[in-house]
């Protein structure tokens, strides 16, 4: 059997998961490769699966990454499938989870400069950045005395095609960081802390690899629960999943919901990989 590792050219030799994976797919006798999906050489159909890794510059081309999901799906298996790829490659999925009870994160969208105006209401610190995004690329946090540069932000985010998410920040993963919570074909596997990203003062990194603070965390009953609730409210069966949550004032919140490229840190659980591998060939055996 063969496997395909999907990155890109642009995270070529970045993805700390893709040795460990590739031991992992030597170990259960699966021929496997590490290749870019935005390489227009390979010949996806090659491979009896494509597993999406560490595709980390979709952000600015996506309509050229689903439509390439839609391809390859068309010549073999892609997991995570393109319908769940649509769906959580843009963040408008966290009203969706909101509707079905998911505790996240208050979001209000800026579709339009109409919209521009629920900046105001924050009376304290707030976060804008793009509904499609991955890592902290085009984030950042605000004061609330920061009003005009905040608009002038998400305005360039408008200009440049993107809608713009509005939260608060919540000061709790100042102290207490980020939790996120990695599951395998649903089952919880381990978890990690990511120290606090954003800086005050308004400043939004572009670049496509934020170095992050990153530790083994053993995660509350709280943020289980959380995580749970998380992912029996998915549309769609997900192979693999990463539930990063924040500290909220009466409990955990969901940040964001990983289906697509996320680091899984397998650096932090030594048997994640070879749990990924197992639950990918159940999942190809089971047709």
């Not at 490769?33 to 996506?62: H, Q």
């Not at 800026?110 to 707030?126: K, P, Q, V």
């Not at 540069?149 to 440049?160: F, I, K, V």
């Not at 053993?218 to 959380?226: G, L, P």
Request: aromatic share 8%; net charge negative; with cysteine.
């Amino acid at each position: 059997m063969r496997i395909a590792l999907a990155t890109a050219i642009a995270a070529w030799g970045r993805d700390a998961d893709l040795e460990p994976l590739l031991a992992a797919c030597a170990r259960a006798g699966l021929a496997a490769e590490a290749l870019a999906w935005d390489d227009p050489s390979v010949s996806w159909s090659r491979f009896d699966a494509v597993l999406l890794r560490s595709t980390w510059d979709y952000a600015r081309r996506r309509p050229e990454f689903l439509a390439w999901c839609e391809q390859v799906a068309r010549r073999t298996r892609l997991f995570n499938p393109p319908a769940t790829v649509r769906w959580n490659t843009d963040k408008h999925y966290l009203a969706d989870l909101a509707a079905r009870g998911v505790p996240i994160v208050p979001t209000a969208f800026i579709e339009n400069e109409r919209d521009l105006a629920r900046i105001s209401t924050f009376d304290g610190e707030f976060v804008l950045k793009p509904s499609v995004g991955a890592g902290a690329r085009g984030a950042a946090r605000f004061a609330a005395h920061q009003q005009a540069e905040a608009e002038a932000h998400a305005r360039r985010l408008l200009e440049d095609g993107y809608c713009v998410m509005l939260q608060p920040y919540l000061a709790g993963v100042d102290r207490q960081g980020e939790t996120a919570l990695i599951h395998i074909h649903g089952r919880y596997s381990h978890a990690i802390r990511k120290g606090p990203l954003l800086a005050p003062g308004g400043t939004a990194s572009e670049a496509l690899f934020a170095p992050e603070d990153i530790q083994p965390r053993i995660a509350s009953e709280a943020e289980h629960a959380v995580a749970e609730r998380v992912l029996a409210a998915l549309p769609h069966p997900a192979l693999y999943a990463r539930v990063d949550l924040l500290p909220g004032p009466q409990g955990p919140l969901l940040l964001e919901l990983e289906l697509v490229e996320p680091s899984l840190f397998f650096a932090c659980c030594e048997d994640a990989a070879d749990a990924l591998v197992a639950a990918l060939q159940a999942a190809l055996r089971a047709g």
